[in-house]
């Protein structure tokens, strides 16, 4: 392959012909991957596509099968983690793996600390912490338990602690995927502080945004395979979108009718909650849902969003309010209460709330209908129609129904989860963030599904966190604020800016 | 790749293979009135009581618990039955023992739905809620045998260990209890179920399912089996002992479990597995008797065979051996480099 015409400086890390294979799975086939000292280099793809695990070759949690590594000139076999630190790699993983129960300068030191006479000298401990926090340019004690710090702040710990390891690389998975916007100023400071330094930093993130902001160099991967290295500024957004997936992406552009679709409310709403809340969680708040509508709900991480749809599906007990499923009260103390009430709810967090990751594909999406029906089990022929049926309606990759469910990358796990849902024939789905650290690819094949299912009359709550998406998709936007709801809104009536306005500013003085 | 019983499979056999080497009798099998005779026949008819308790271990486990009661659990099944055939006038009556039996399993399940309903409905970690049985029971037992050791004579209660159809009939009931938690744990979705509770709470509550229900079974099956197992070991004894009946025997249950392949971590069970383990330590035990193993050293030796056999399964090690080859193998294709190899 040939390289950009400014590859003079020599990269800190030259991987070659990398070759990986998981049974059955080809993962990477033959990449390459150059990384330069002072660059941020953002690694894009659908999931699936190769990325964790060209970081996972790089960082030396797999041993690759054929190709080779080298860093700073020196050719290196990684038989694990601690061979890929000794080497100046360092990575922060998505999930931070730190010790929440230790001190902030325990955490950036560990393993590291200074010794006097044999025992651990604490006192240089926390003055080492605190310089290299500083260095970050944050001042915090650092004898402050690091579970009393924000996500944000924990993530610049991971990165202070690879600083004391002395890292050339900088290995930054999905960094900001639990962040609000100021923490995410205040992380990319910090990486082009570093970059400034000479740290070569590998920035790996489905935020098209943020990718655009901060890296130098993009290189694309699309199943396993290398697509090609850029410059970010000579790769225009449309054309690395069309890169990652390989075909146009007009897609999204179809879904957008769905909005505008007009909504009979005339008769009894699907489900009507009238004053659910439960104290020091929620405010109570209203919220209908008609036949085949999509209602969006809007607001920023920990806006209530979360804890009102569990209150409605009885994930979480409300301890004020009433609801009606389709006209007559129901009682929701408990999940089973929703699903009898045909209510399906796909948890925000899937690893936790959503899949059972030893089980397989198929077993998950059984899942659902197998708990209604109780112990008498689905008869195989009819298990095996459900199973492909679904599969093929969300176009699950791999398209097999005895793959660990724990295998498969995000997005297919949360097609799995729609389709667990889908088999139990809901008429009111509600969907909290199921687009979140998924790939643009898979984004647009879910939002089209879920404009889909409401044309054919079943009734969504959706739940995201990009406002795009919400306004493409729903009707109406309940909008929420401060574990209150701050108003409904027609979504015809609002683009992105008036609803960004609506969020920050409305109910300020007017409070409904 | 390989099947998951491979490792326990091969141990078994292997241990089989020395026992063999050293004694060739240790295989033979001989008929003697209408009966099968020989080490191994003895194996198959002593791992009934730990193949229950295992079996209902396995269950539980599965479900992210442990149950630590079940020794103590025998004991009182067994204080139950014989006093139950010590008060009748007529201990060699058919009904009196079958009584006995009902009773004492009875009593067994209930205390198993004790357990579950400590661990299921009031959320108390199952190690901790199964201990309160695992200290109390055997203080139960003895206030049912007033702090007697309670024996009997009564022919068809002793048949339950001793009796033979061709094969020893202890033999029979584990099969048939092998059987009957198999198929229902298999032909209907209770053994998924169990799993998906097992694996991800959570989710499964989310889902729909019933994990409390599915919880408390667990341990009313683990109650009710080892109820039966106690019942074996008095019949063996002809005595209702409240402190020796299943000593220990938790953990060796825990430990076939284990060498079966079901990860303590729960979720994904075998009960075939589970058979393989039991057999494995009942063949252990024999071997110790057979090798002449000094009573003082076999703990030591027991010990030493289980560490190898759990060290052969671990997945660390597995997976350590293919990195092995693996990057010998990616070494040998990259290009020529003095330090290629060299770890750092």
């Known amino acids: 392959m040939t390289l950009p015409a400014d590859a003079a400086t020599a990269p800190i890390v030259e991987m070659r012909g990398i070759t990986i294979s998981f049974p059955g799975v080809l993962a990477l086939d033959n990449v390459d991957f150059f990384l330069r000292p002072g660059e941020v280099h953002s690694l894009m793809g659908e999931n699936g596509a190769g990325k964790s695990t060209l970081i996972k070759a790089l960082t030396g949690v797999y041993a690759i099968d054929s190709g080779s590594i080298d860093v700073t000139g020196t050719s290196q076999v990684f038989r694990g983690t601690s061979d890929a630190e000794a080497a100046g790699i360092s990575t922060v993983y998505q999930e931070i793996n730190l010790c929440t129960n230790l001190s902030v300068g325990e955490n950036v030191m560990l393993g590291h600390e200074p010794r006097k006479g044999g025992r651990i000298d604490w006192k240089a401990v926390h003055r080492l912490a605190a310089e290299h926090l500083e260095g970050l340019g944050i001042s915090i004690d650092t004898r402050s338990l690091l579970s009393n710090h924000s996500i944000a702040i924990q993530q610049l710990v991971a990165i202070s602690r690879a600083m004391v390891l002395d890292a050339k690389v900088l290995v930054l998975d999905e960094p900001t995927s639990s962040l609000d916007r100021g923490e995410v100023e205040q992380l990319f400071t910090v990486i082009r502080d570093l970059r400034a330094k000479g740290a070569a930093i590998i920035f790996v993130s489905h935020f098209l945004d943020q990718v655009y902001e901060i890296a130098d160099r993009i290189t694309v991967l699309r199943n396993g395979k290398l697509v090609g290295e850029y410059l970010v500024k000579d790769l225009p957004r449309d054309q690395l979108v069309t890169k990652m997936i390989g075909r146009q992406l007009d897609d999204l552009e179809a879904i957008s009718s769905t909005a505008a679709r007009a909504i009979d409310r005339t008769d009894t709403p699907i489900l009507k909650a009238t004053g659910v809340g439960r104290r020091g969680v929620l405010e109570p708040v209203d919220v209908d849902v008609f036949d085949g509508e999509i209602v969006g709900i809007a607001g920023l991480l920990g806006s209530g969003r979360t804890e009102l749809v569990r209150l409605l599906y009885g994930a979480d007990r409300a301890d004020s309010g009433n609801i009606e499923v389709a006209g007559t009260p129901a009682k929701m103390t408990s999940p089973r209460h929703a699903i009898d009430r045909r209510i399906a709810f796909s948890s925000e967090d899937r690893r936790e709330e959503g899949i059972v990751a030893d089980l397989t594909v198929a077993e998950n999406i059984l899942l659902g209908i197998q708990a209604r029906k109780g112990l008498r089990k689905i008869r195989r022929e009819k298990q095996d129609s459900v199973v492909s049926e679904y599969m093929a309606a969300l176009d699950v990759r791999p398209a097999d129904p005895d793959m660990v469910a724990g295998n498969l990358s995000g997005g297919n796990q949360q097609k799995v989860l729609i389709a667990r849902w889908l088999a139990t024939a809901p008429e009111l789905l509600i969907l909290d963030e199921p687009t979140r650290g998924i790939d643009v690819g898979t984004k647009a094949d879910l939002q089209k599904k879920v404009a889909e299912l409401s044309e054919q009359g079943l009734s969504v709550i959706f739940i995201s966190s990009e406002l795009e998406e919400v306004l493409r998709l729903a009707q109406r936007i309940v909008v929420m604020r401060d574990r209150k709801s701050i108003g409904g809104l027609d979504s015809r009536r609002f683009d992105l800016d008036g609803l960004i306005e609506f969020i920050a500013n409305q109910g300020e003085g007017s409070a409904a | ?344």
């Not at chain 2, 071997?287 to 052969?312: K, N, R």
């Not at chain 2, 090690?317 to 092995?324: E, V």
């Open chain 2, 1 to 344: 790749m390989k099947h998951r019983l491979f490792w326990p499979v091969a141990a078994l056999v292997t241990l089989i293979l020395i026992n063999t080497i050293a004694r060739s009798q240790f295989a033979s099998i001989t008929v003697r009135d209408g009966r099968l005779y020989g080490a191994l026949i003895d194996i198959l008819r002593q791992s009934a009581p730990l193949m229950l308790v295992s079996l209902g271990m396995t269950i539980v486990i599965a479900t992210r618990g442990i149950d630590l009661s079940v020794g103590a659990v025998m004991a009182v099944s067994g204080a139950v039955a014989l006093t139950i055939i010590d008060g009748s006038s007529d201990p060699n009556n058919l009904g009196v023992v079958l009584l006995a039996v009902v009773v004492a399993i009875v009593v067994s399940l209930l205390l198993g739905v004790w357990n579950g309903f400590l661990v299921s409905l009031l959320g108390i970690q199952p190690i901790i809620a199964t201990l309160v049985l695992m200290l109390a029971g055997r203080g139960v037992a003895l206030l049912i045998t007033e702090g007697f050791i309670t024996t009997v004579n009564s022919t068809p209660f002793e048949f339950l260990s001793t009796g033979y159809l061709l094969l020893p009939f202890a033999f029979f009931i584990w099969v048939a209890a092998v059987v009957a938690v198999g198929l229902t744990e298999r032909r209907t979705a209770l053994g998924v179920l169990t799993e998906a509770v097992g694996i991800n709470p959570e989710a499964s509550r989310l889902a729909g399912v019933r994990s409390r229900g599915i919880i408390w079974s667990a341990y009313a099956a683990s109650g009710a089996l080892a109820g039966i197992a106690g019942i074996i070991y008095a019949s063996n004894i002809k005595a209702a002992d409240a402190n020796a009946a299943g000593q220990f025997i938790e953990l060796y249950a825990i430990l076939a479990v284990v060498l079966g392949g079901t990860s303590l971590m729960g979720g994904k069970f075998t009960l075939a597995g589970t058979v393989v383990g039991v057999l494995i330590i009942q063949t252990l035990e024999s071997t110790m008797l057979f090798l002449g193993v000094p009573p003082a050293e076999s703990p030591v030796f027991f010990a030493a065979v289980v560490v190898v056999v759990v060290v052969i399964q671990s997945p660390r090690l597995h997976r350590f051996m293919r990195g092995i080859t693996r990057s010998a193998r990616s070494r040998g294709s990259a290009e020529p480099s003095e330090d290629a190899g060299v770890a750092i």
